[in-house]
């Protein structure tokens, strides 16, 4: 029965713990979160960056939706209405939901907005406290970026129905009960020459089912040219937001 | 008993060859829960690729606190489940204490984890420190299982403060105790929370199986030794008080009829926690020690009239149903590694080591006994204590108050003149704490090692 001290006992645990952490929080790089989500596997698909990144580019008119960048938290994706060579609005029409994120996202993504219409760049500073989602922001509003001057130095108008030019068109995300779906078509003389799902439901038993469904969901929509496909037995609620995306890249490249 | 070998070194080899000291598993039970926490804070280490900014810390720190929080919660309700492991290998008391210890540190935790992601998420949002409360609420009306998790975290507070001692001393032992279970329903409230909004396990589903496993390894072994363990064992023995005797003023012995009683496993040196259905006292378990090895048919506790539950056992009517739990306690033959033992008793504290005194393999003159009370008259079971010695062989001392109310001497120099090869026994001690302190520090000056000295106590 040695004599306990519980003041000297509290101090010491209170001061093991605070370090122990201070410890674990300052091993932590503290890199750009883009930049280590690309490390860890998730890369965002084709944000190639331009490779002159003045804002004085000439670039088209109409509306043009970057690629979609994945970040920890969800996919933001940015879409810029484009006029005169300048940016005159931007809004993401994807923003990472759910949980703590809606907060966040309700938080950052106006300013974001704001701050890519004042800069007429990517070169827009992060939000405080939504460094993942300013990540994805800049990086999809660098590919809007890039497709603008793309669009602008070739046709000069963006979106036209039944251009013989084939053209991507990416339909809206549509939410399902186990993640988002999204399609992108590529239209060639008002045909759909490819379909493909640039986001699915992931994790777990979804991986499994969207590898079957999805490919069967391509080639359907490739042959029936419009959203009117069968839903895969076994993915009915993947085949059901596929078609709503379907439907929604369909009405973009006809309006 | 072994008359014929008393003495010699015969009768000494047989003693020794009884005496198998088992280690406490206290050491490793240690090191597994820190291998636990380093699992934890790995788990949190992989899942975060890198912090941003200072609220991202903040977060981070909240994210943390909260891990070791959910993970020590499991450990300290696991503590009270009564896994024969804890309370007969490292001991009733000291887990006791272990867990008031840990339920402290666990509570300091979620504190910590509220307010550190409540901070990092106002941060978020945009908002200061001064926001908290607002984001504290936003956060419970938006994030899933958030609303349980906040009524099971104030239940947390409400419960770990009723237990600040200045509080509990406060409260009758039966409240206190009875708010205290409601703990199990605040772990439950708070379980969901961490699954579906903890950032570990949303996104990792070996963590979730992980944490589901903790949570649910604690939750069988709670139900069955909390529950199952003793509805067999009262099903098996149904006990019943024979009779009540007075043993000296204030302090009365309770016989418990019952069948086979000697199959619970009971050792001399253990205790059962006991309720008694008798008009106001079927709600309240207390643990008393058994006072005499256990018999077939018999088991005997004796209590000194105390608080209210001690005096209303001297009402008890032969037949009452006993419902008992356990047995408890790592007071036992068990903690011996020498041939001599010294046995100190304080007041009621005669109780274990009566049945020690009783039932200790050991020649003539390896067991003595030492008595402390405040008068001749207090010395109960003095009669059938002199007589066990007579039998044995063993040493039987008392150490009571003089006329004029004059303490004893018990200090290093008269243990050793009483008892010359002091330092060469083992020493089992049972009293109230001041007395418990004292001897020890005597014992200890004596020369009698740290890990020979056995002691069971019930203070916080």
Redesign the interface.
């Known amino acids: 029965?040695?004599k306990s001290h519980p003041v000297r006992?509290?101090v010491l645990?209170?001061a093991a713990?605070v370090s122990g952490?201070v410890l674990?929080?300052s091993l932590?790089?503290?890199?750009?979160?883009g930049s280590?989500?690309a490390?860890?596997g998730a890369a965002p698909p084709a944000a190639a960056r331009s490779p002159q990144g003045g804002a004085a580019q000439p670039i088209g008119n109409g509306t043009v939706t970057g690629d979609a960048a994945r970040t920890?938290y969800g996919a933001v994706q940015v879409r810029l209405t484009v006029s005169g060579g300048k940016i005159t609005k931007a809004e993401a029409v994807q923003a990472p939901a759910g949980?703590?994120s809606?907060?966040?996202t309700?938080?950052?993504v106006p300013r974001l907005n704001q701050a890519a219409v004042a800069a007429q760049s990517a070169e827009i500073d992060?939000?405080?406290?939504?460094?993942?989602t300013s990540s994805g922001y800049k990086k999809s509003l660098q590919s809007a970026l890039d497709k603008a001057r793309a669009a602008g130095s070739g046709q000069g108008a963006g979106d036209g129905a039944g251009s013989a030019q084939a053209r991507t068109v990416t339909g809206d995300v549509a939410q399902t009960q186990y993640g988002p779906v999204q399609v992108r078509i590529t239209v060639s003389g008002g045909k759909i020459t490819k379909a493909e799902a640039v986001q699915t439901p992931e994790g777990?038993q979804s991986d499994q089912v969207n590898s079957n469904a999805v490919p069967k969901l391509n080639q359907a929509a490739v042959a029936a040219g419009d959203a009117g496909i069968d839903a895969v037995s076994g993915a009915t609620y993947t085949s059901a937001g596929y078609k709503q995306s379907l439907q929604s890249a369909l009405d973009k490249a006809g309006g | 008993m072994t008359t014929t070998l008393a003495g010699g070194r015969a009768a000494r080899r047989q003693t020794m060859r009884r005496i198998r000291p088992r280690r406490s598993p206290a050491v490793p039970l240690l090191l597994a829960v820190g291998a636990g926490a380093v699992a934890v804070?790995w788990l949190?280490?992989t899942n975060?690729?890198?912090?941003?900014?200072t609220?991202?810390?903040i977060v981070?720190?909240g994210r943390?606190?909260g891990l070791l929080a959910g993970y020590l919660m499991a450990l300290v309700v696991l503590q009270m489940a009564r896994v024969p492991a804890l309370e007969r290998r490292v001991g009733s008391d000291r887990v006791a204490r272990w867990h008031a210890?840990s339920g402290?540190?666990t509570v300091?935790?979620v504190i910590a984890h509220v307010f550190l992601i409540m901070w990092?998420?106002a941060?978020?949002?945009?908002k200061s420190l001064g926001d908290i409360v607002q984001q504290t609420i936003?956060?419970i009306n938006?994030?899933?299982d958030m609303g349980k998790a906040a009524i099971g975290t104030g239940l947390l507070f409400v419960i770990a403060f009723l237990s600040i001692g200045p509080v509990r001393r406060r409260l009758p032992y039966d409240g206190w105790y009875h708010v205290h279970l409601l703990t199990y329903a605040a772990v439950f409230l708070t379980f969901w929370h961490q699954i579906t909004?903890g950032n570990e396990f949303a996104v990792e589903?070996t963590a979730k199986t992980f944490w589901y496993g903790l949570y649910g390894v604690v939750t069988a072994l709670v139900l069955w030794y909390r529950i199952i363990t003793p509805v067999r064992l009262n099903m098996r023995h149904r006990m019943r008080v024979e009779a009540v005797v007075e043993e000296t003023p204030g302090i009365v012995s309770v016989l418990i009829g019952g069948r086979r009683l000697h199959r619970m496993g009971a050792e001399a040196g253990q205790f059962f926690r006991w309720r008694f259905k008798a008009p106001g006292m079927r709600f309240s378990s207390h643990p008393y020690s058994l006072s005499a090895a256990p018999r077939p048919d018999m088991l005997r506790i004796t209590v000194k009239a105390i608080g209210d539950h001690t005096s209303r056992l001297r009402e008890l009517e032969p037949g009452t149903k006993v419902w008992a739990e356990g047995p408890y306690g790592a007071l036992t033959a068990q903690r011996r590694s020498r041939g001599k033992v010294l046995l100190v008793a304080g007041g009621v504290g005669i109780t274990p080591m009566r049945a020690l005194f009783e039932t200790l393999p050991g020649a003539s003159g390896d067991i003595t006994l030492l008595y402390r009370a405040n008068s001749t008259q207090d010395l109960a079971l003095w009669g059938e204590l002199a007589k066990i010695a007579d039998e044995r062989g063993a040493r039987l001392m008392y150490a009571v108050n003089s006329p004029d109310g004059e303490r004893p001497d018990i200090s290093a120099e008269s243990l050793r003149r009483k008892i010359p090869d002091v330092d060469r026994h083992d020493v089992f001690m049972c009293g109230p704490p001041g007395f418990?302190?004292s001897v020890?520090e005597a014992l200890r000056g004596a020369g009698v090692p740290?890990r020979r000295?056995h002691?069971e106590?019930f203070e916080m």
């Open positions: 029965m040695r006992r509290a645990a209170t713990t952490i674990l929080l932590k790089p503290a890199s750009d979160p280590a989500a490390a860890g920890q949980g703590q809606d907060q966040i309700s938080n950052a992060a939000v405080s406290g939504a460094t993942y777990g | 804070l949190w280490w975060t690729p890198s912090i941003a900014d609220t991202g810390k981070a720190a943390i606190t210890m402290r540190y300091s935790l990092g998420y941060r978020q949002a945009g936003t956060s938006t994030l899933p909004t589903p418990a302190q020890y740290a000295i002691h106590s």
